[in-house]
């Protein structure tokens, strides 16, 4: 079963520290893997994609890894704002139709 | 980026009627989109896939008569939610999908319409 797992399922750091959020994955055929940041009541904005070739990939403050042998992902981000609290989602493409699997998301809470 | 909007981005309505959301991809043109729902702290969730000019293709468990769908043109889709209940309350997503000629193609999604059914 094509499935998107993400942990942990909530965070809450202090501004200015860094953080890593995982997620993991068993999706066949794979096509790409993307973070997405969500805020409440918005829909989802895009932060990074990766294909299978590339292991690594930054936007800004944040940078997001991707290990296609382990089927592993995380999203690093650097230097917390109080802005940057929101789900992150971690989302693969792939499957026999190509559709986007999403994961249940991590909630980040940056608090002063 | 390219920008996906959505009309309303809330409604209250009472049960029995109907309900229509608008999607536009205002700076380009939409081969397919996307209709997404999300209940609270859970993953947004497929519902249908359409094509401009063609029948929408709907997710399982997901009744057709109910959420009718209408792409009429590459820069609007519309979902019309038929005799909304209120276990129809949730929160709408849609999204447009570019097709260009990298290894991916890139969905954009809109800012999400919230639905409540009194």
């Known amino acids: 079963k094509n499935q998107v797992e993400q942990s942990p399922q909530s965070l809450i750091i202090l501004e200015g520290k860094n953080c890593t959020l995982q997620?993991?994955?068993?999706?066949?055929?794979?096509?790409?893997l993307r973070w997405y940041k969500q805020d409440t009541g918005r829909g989802p904005v895009s932060l990074t994609i990766?294909?299978?070739?590339?292991n690594t990939k930054s936007n800004g403050r944040y940078t997001a890894t991707l290990d296609a042998d382990t089927k592993q992902s995380s999203l690093h981000i650097t230097a917390s704002q109080l802005s940057d609290s929101a789900s992150y989602i971690c989302?693969?493409?792939?499957?026999?139709?190509?559709?986007?699997?999403f994961g249940k998301g991590t909630k980040l809470s940056v608090k002063p | 980026g390219a920008v996906v909007s959505q009309h309303p981005s809330w409604v209250i309505c009472k049960s029995g009627t109907s309900v229509k959301i608008e999607c536009r991809s205002l700076?380009?043109?939409?081969?397919?989109m996307f209709w997404y729902r999300q209940f609270p702290k859970q993953s947004l969730m497929l519902m249908a896939t359409?094509?401009?000019?063609?029948?929408?293709?709907?997710e399982q468990g997901v009744e057709k008569d109910k959420f009718l769908i209408n792409h009429a043109s590459l820069t609007l889709s519309t979902l019309t939610v038929t005799s909304a209940h209120p276990e129809d309350s949730s929160f709408y997503i849609c999204?447009?999908?570019?097709?260009?000629?990298?290894?991916?193609?890139?969905?954009?999604f809109g800012p999400g319409t919230r639905l409540t059914v009194l």
């Open positions: 999204s447009a999908r570019w097709t260009r000629t990298l290894s991916y193609n890139e969905q954009f």
């Open positions: 997620c993991n994955y068993t999706v066949s055929p794979f096509s790409n």
């Open positions: 990766m294909t299978f070739s590339e």
């Open positions: 989302v693969v493409q792939g499957g026999s139709q190509g559709n986007l699997i």
């Open positions: 700076d380009f043109q939409a081969t397919t």
């Open positions: 359409s094509n401009e000019g063609s029948k929408a293709t709907y």
